[in-house]
């Protein structure tokens, strides 16, 4: 669960006991995933941050969004992250390289869901945008 303190914390969904506790952003967390043994967030710090799930260590900070970051999307080898710049950021899972944004929205991006080829965006201006994902190896 991510947290409006800025931690996110892992529960045994069995015992209901917090298995480990994380101080992984300045500002709340607004999303999580999991990415094999990694765990992606992001939040109002305007960061998406990699998590060893083993050790709890940050991996890598990502930068790239004017603003905070208000959701995480994995498709193939791409990490997908919006936020209320109106921008869509594409992340390679690999190396973490970047390449443009995807664009289309006029207000905040608040929500990313994907198929196998195409991602969905929706906004606060009552819009849903859908691009075509092309896999990065």
């Known amino acids: 669960a991510g947290c409006s ?10 015992r209901w006991v917090v298995t480990f506790r994380i ?3 300045d500002e709340s967390v ?11 967030s ?6 998406v941050r990699i998590w060893d799930i083993h050790t709890q260590e940050c991996i890598r900070v990502l930068d ?6 208000t959701s995480l999307c994995i498709v193939g080898s791409q990490i997908f992250s919006a936020g209320v710049d109106l921008s869509v950021i594409p992340y390679n899972v690999h190396d ?9 929205h006029f207000a905040p991006v608040t929500s990313l869901c994907a198929s ?5 965006s929706g906004s606060a201006d009552h819009g849903i945008v859908v691009g075509y994902v092309q896999d990065v190896q």
């Open 5 to 14: 303190t800025g931690q996110i914390i892992a529960w045994d969904s069995v």
């Open 23 to 25: 101080d992984a952003h």
């Open 30 to 40: 607004t999303d999580i995933t999991l990415l094999d043994d990694r765990l992606v």
């Open 42 to 47: 992001c939040g109002v710090d305007g960061t």
């Open 64 to 69: 790239g969004h004017l603003g905070a970051v």
């Open 96 to 104: 973490y390289h970047t390449t443009n944004g995807l664009v289309g």
């Open 116 to 120: 196998r080829t195409e991602l969905f």
